[in-house]
């Protein structure tokens, strides 16, 4: 069969995605299958496939890029679609693909509208990592009765009825496609995957050693700092905590919002904190090993359109866990009765102190590692997108 991978990324950049395109690649090409990948790569950047895909069917070329304006939504738009306009050429090569797969993207209908007008035959899957323009609404960025959020909204409806699969994250993420006019059967909850099938056991900590202090209960947020993410409720937990001589807060990652961050911890008196740097990705295992606590926080109800790519490797930790995202998600009702991580509202700091609280306490059933190896392996789920993609 031959496969076409259409990437809005590539692989030397070294994305938090990363992994997971690269094992659904190998799944995909491991059957026999000839795989093309189109990457999108600065003009700068390097061309370049996994090794682990090495003495396989896999073949690939670039999408050259020009630079992003990250703080203009329209301008990033616009390019995203430029971009994707510039594929024409690949899909025209390939015309004979049986089988393409969508990488996410904030543009999804045109990438379809471009695939179905130049491989006509060919089965599409497009896999939802997060749902525009809804994660936006739900962000305050965007006004669900506004002009550009209708339009937004009609380009991604268009990938959805025109794609033959869709393969999503979460059961919450599944609600809102279906909701929002998505056939339920054609849509496919898999989780997201960490970088092994294994669970992280006696992890090598020396190299995160001088962030951790083992006198201290520590409580961690790792990863973006941004507007999705409400890293806000954990500063709001630190000052309500900021009398406690035991525990200790840290902040790692960048972001739009660290500075704010930054300045009102400091405004607040808030001793017990630390803010780091963002971490190379393979430290990870060993942020989240230290960590007494991982905090996964959300703005409020954006776990309906996104679930942090994080998720498995916290739990492949096998460290207590508390979900930030708000009660009535279902995905944090499965994870709170099936590995015993604690979830409260997305903007309520004090129920976070007393989940927190709770975590120190000894008084949770941590079964993190049983949920990740039930739901979050990289072999069984990279081989289901495989399955779908080939239609097996």
């Given at each position: 069969m031959k496969v076409l991978l259409l990437t809005n990324s590539n692989f030397s950049s070294h994305l938090t995605s990363e992994h997971l395109l690269e094992a659904v690649l190998k799944q995909t090409a491991l059957p026999g299958n000839e795989v093309h990948v189109v990457q999108m790569l600065k003009k700068d950047g390097l061309l370049t496939?996994?090794?682990?895909?090495?003495?396989?069917?896999?073949?690939?070329?670039a999408v050259y890029t020009k630079p992003q304006n990250k703080t203009n939504l329209l301008t990033r738009y616009l390019n995203a679609v430029r971009n994707y306009f510039h594929c024409r050429k690949a899909l025209?090569?390939?015309?004979?693909?049986?089988?393409?797969?969508?990488?996410?993207?904030?543009?999804?209908?045109?990438?379809?509208?471009?695939?179905?007008?130049?491989?006509?035959?060919?089965?599409?899957?497009?896999?939802?990592?997060?749902?525009?323009?809804?994660?936006?609404?739900?962000?305050?960025?965007?006004?669900?009765?506004s002009l550009v959020f209708k339009v937004l909204a009609a380009v991604q409806r268009y990938a959805y009825k025109?794609?033959?699969?869709?393969?999503?994250?979460?059961?919450?993420?599944?609600?809102?496609?279906?909701?929002?006019?998505?056939?339920?059967?054609?849509?496919?909850?898999?989780?997201?995957?960490?970088?092994?099938?294994?669970?992280?056991?006696?992890?090598?900590?020396?190299?995160?050693?001088?962030?951790?202090?083992?006198?201290?209960?520590?409580?961690?947020?790792?990863g973006n700092i941004?507007?999705?993410?409400?890293?806000?409720?954990?500063?709001e937990a630190a000052k309500l905590m900021k009398g406690d001589d035991k525990v200790w807060f840290h902040i790692i990652g960048n972001g739009v919002y660290?500075?704010?961050?930054?300045?009102?911890?400091?405004?607040?008196?808030?001793?017990?904190?630390?803010?780091?740097?963002m971490q190379p990705p393979e430290l990870a295992p060993a942020i989240y090993s230290a960590a007494d606590v991982?905090?996964?926080?959300?703005?409020?109800?954006?776990?309906?359109?996104?679930?942090?790519?994080?998720?498995?490797?916290?739990?492949?930790?096998?460290?207590?866990?508390?979900?930030a995202i708000g009660k009535e998600s279902r995905f944090?009702?499965?994870?709170?009765?099936?590995?015993?991580?604690?979830?409260v509202e997305a903007d309520d700091s004090e129920e976070l102190v007393e989940a927190i609280r709770k975590v120190q306490s000894g008084g949770t059933a941590n079964k993190e590692g049983e949920f990740f190896l039930n739901y979050c392996g990289i072999t069984e789920n990279s081989r289901k997108y495989a399955e779908i993609i080939g239609e097996i």
């Open positions: 496939l996994p090794s682990s895909v090495e003495g396989l069917n896999v073949t690939t070329e025209k090569t390939h015309s004979d693909s049986e089988a393409v797969f969508v990488q996410s993207t904030n543009v999804a209908g045109f990438a379809v509208w471009l695939v179905r007008k130049y491989i006509k035959n060919a089965t599409i899957t497009y896999n939802v990592q997060d749902i525009l323009p809804y994660n936006l609404a739900y962000s305050g960025k965007l006004k669900k009765n025109h794609a033959d699969h869709i393969i999503t994250i979460s059961e919450d993420m599944k609600e809102t496609l279906v909701a929002d006019g998505t056939d339920a059967s054609k849509i496919e909850v898999i989780y997201n995957w960490s970088y092994q099938d294994e669970l992280y056991e006696n992890v090598d900590l020396t190299s995160v050693s001088h962030m951790f202090n083992k006198d201290f209960f520590n409580v961690v947020y790792a941004g507007v999705m993410q409400n890293v806000d409720i954990l500063i660290k500075e704010k961050l930054e300045a009102r911890a400091k405004e607040y008196g808030i001793t017990n904190i630390s803010f780091w740097p991982n905090v996964i926080p959300l703005v409020k109800d954006v776990y309906r359109t996104a679930l942090p790519s994080k998720t498995a490797t916290c739990l492949a930790c096998q460290k207590p866990i508390i979900f944090g009702q499965k994870i709170a009765k099936e590995a015993g991580c604690q979830v």
